[in-house]
DNA sequence: CTGAAAGCGCTAACAA
DNA sequence: TTGTTAGCGCTTTCAG
């Protein structure tokens, strides 16, 4: 029943490798025929069998996408981006799901392995070491995670972190807290890195609280901590959890933002419609997906994957390029921050209301213009 | 670099066809031989290419999953439990979305009828003429459409909408709106036709405002459409655009529920942190993409695919069995709907409070108990 | 129970 | 420019 390179071949009277040369090298064929083929293929509805082409030129032309939970909405944005940039490259996409856990996350690679030519690993939990090692046997591009040897995709959660901090202390808040996010987690370490830091430059404390799962629930069991602990304002380390958070406070009595206030990170679209809306770091998830793909086709052209004849695979002459990107984020100031108990003292300019609110700009299309390059 | 069943022979002393045995018909290798070439395979890292297998068995172990917008909340679960369900059965699961394009669909079964067994096509926007003739491609299982010779996993939202409205008449509203989803969508005409006939039986006018995009934007559009037709209870397509509406009556300085009184469809997570929280129709879209992916595999193991021979494919006896699972709706009651103008009177029963609230409660695991066959 | 051989649909040298 | 041939990694008759 289905149509293959042979029925093509008989219909239109040439040999099946002069099919496949139109399909695969059409400036190899002269035009007649040429158009006499893809007519032929056109009305026998013809389609090259992908995995068959796979078995000898080394390449798939699918490519795998391993999320750690796609319900949670951070990522359902990212898995569109991706798919979308990867469909308009004649790429298909894999997409799996780990439930947070590093040790599917492994499965996973090896099971996706030899049906893909690459494989996004988003924000995975596994260590450092075990990724490096899978690397070596699929191209991996890694989102949410920066590892020396392999390309990145990295938005600026430490940049993010600061200003979040910065405005709460410009608010005049010195009791904070952190809720921290999943073990394993380099966005999570890198927020709390950055938040200590500038917890303490603005002379403010900082309680870290965590780790936690990055979910609703997670935010709403830190609630009575929160509360109990003190603090006047909490960044979460995702909105999700400052959702959760809000949820929980309200439950408590406790008013938001003239009480405790609250700062999430992801920008996701729900933060728009709480009460109070969610003041958040927002990161450029769409973006991310974009240019993860591209870096896994990037390094997919460069590097040939099969040579005939012994069988043997040749990895011939080019070193893989591991650019690492750093996409940037923002502060988007909605109504969960309010002013804190020393508003208005010791730090008089700035403690006000702080810079404007900003509007999330979900950076175009161009990889490298969607960011800084920080290594190479 | 890849190993391959021919490393694995060598390094256990067999031929090819023993160690190929052993993975896809282990009985009918002698124990001793099994576990040595087991062993061998394993410290080699030996896992067979599956699509080098799928060119001779015909089965690619792989299924398709079209979504027509990833990004809507709706759908993450439904591709959540899909993919978790594909998984447990050893299958991988390419996830393609069509921004809500008929076309986009078309295309995408065709590229990917080769390479999958099976393809899921949830809330499918192009004609059923279009689907009958491309399940002649591939076999499809259907979500959220019905059609008469293709198997079908529904939602009740006939049922759910008609609980929605006579929760509303009982409420006391008469002036009701109902707001449209996209052209093209089943479920969108079932809860139209549903709504219109239990508005009719309570004595209420129903008004209906549509075709709309089902997103937020669409129902913060309709807001003073809504606002201007004096209408005091909205029914919305779906939980998308009755938070769009929220939105947009909160701007108009509307008030929900006290002035207008709003109910959507769908229960996503989202709607319980909406302020109102949303009154609902809960959809069990997890236990949909289980379904769906239990009849799509279901019928793969029933209809063999290639007989070895001349190399024609014989569909071999079994006519496809085309079971329609209807899966239940629920409206879960919370506090975007009250009482209106007619409270208390004519319906004297009914018009307090109605019945209390449900919970939403996702069917277990099994096929058939998750809902009714309704034809096969 | 195991080996030999053919072939799935396709591409890529090599010859003509 | 086209046909011939070998073979990608695997499964599956068919003998032995």
């Known amino acids: 029943m289905p149509v293959t390179i042979r029925d093509v071949a008989r219909a239109s009277g040439v040999h099946i490798s002069t099919v496949s040369r139109t399909f695969s090298a059409p400036h190899l064929v002269n035009p007649e025929t040429r158009v006499r083929v893809l007519a032929c293929a056109e009305d026998l509805g013809y389609r090259p069998n992908r995995a068959a082409r796979a078995l000898i030129t080394g390449r798939t032309h699918n490519i795998g996408l391993i999320i750690a939970d796609i319900a949670n909405p951070f990522f359902p944005p990212l898995i569109k981006a991706a798919e979308s940039q990867a469909r308009h490259r004649d790429y298909h996409v894999f997409v799996a799901d780990t439930n947070e856990d590093a040790a599917a996350e ?29 690397s070596r046997e699929v191209p991996l591009v890694v989102v ?20 979040a901090i910065e405005h709460l202390a410009g608010l005049g808040h010195r009791e904070l807290a952190l809720l921290g996010g999943p073990r394993g987690s380099w966005t999570s370490r890198e927020i709390r890195r950055a938040a200590s830091a500038a917890a303490r430059a603005a002379g403010a404390d900082l309680t870290v609280l965590g780790p936690n799962p990055p979910t609703e629930t997670g935010g709403l069991a830190q609630a ?21 958070l809000l949820e929980g406070l309200d439950a408590l009595g406790v008013r938001v933002p003239q009480e405790v206030s609250v700062v999430g990170v992801d920008d996701i679209s729900l933060s728009r419609l709480t009460r109070p809306k969610l003041t958040t770091v927002a990161t450029p998830t769409a973006a991310a997906g974009r ?3 591209d870096m896994l086709l990037q390094q997919d052209t460069d590097l040939p ?6 069988g043997a695979t040749v990895a ?3 070193r893989r390029t591991t650019a690492q990107v750093m ?5 988007v100031i909605r109504d969960s921050t309010g002013p804190g108990p020393y508003a208005g003292r010791e730090r008089p300019g700035t403690a006000a209301a702080g810079p404007g609110p900003h509007r999330r700009a979900d950076p175009g299309n161009p990889v490298v213009a969607a960011g800084d390059v920080v290594a190479s």
Chains 1, 2 share one sequence.
Request: proline residues 2%; negative net charge; aromatic residues 2%.
């Open 144 to 163: 949410n995670r920066q590892l020396a040897g392999l390309p990145c995709v990295l938005m600026d959660v430490g940049q993010g972190a600061r200003s």
């Open 291 to 293: 240019t993860a793909v």
């Open 106 to 134: 492994e499965e996973l690679v090896h099971a996706l392995a030899k049906q893909v030519d690459g494989v996004l690993l988003c924000s995975p939990r596994m260590s450092n070491s075990l990724i490096e090692q899978l």
């Open 224 to 244: 009575e901590q929160v509360h109990r602990a003190g603090v006047t304002a909490v960044l979460a380390y995702n909105d999700l959890m400052a959702i959760g």
């Open 316 to 318: 011939v002459g080019v």
């Open 305 to 310: 994957r099969t040579t005939r004849g012994g």
């Open 327 to 331: 996409l940037q984020t923002e502060l």
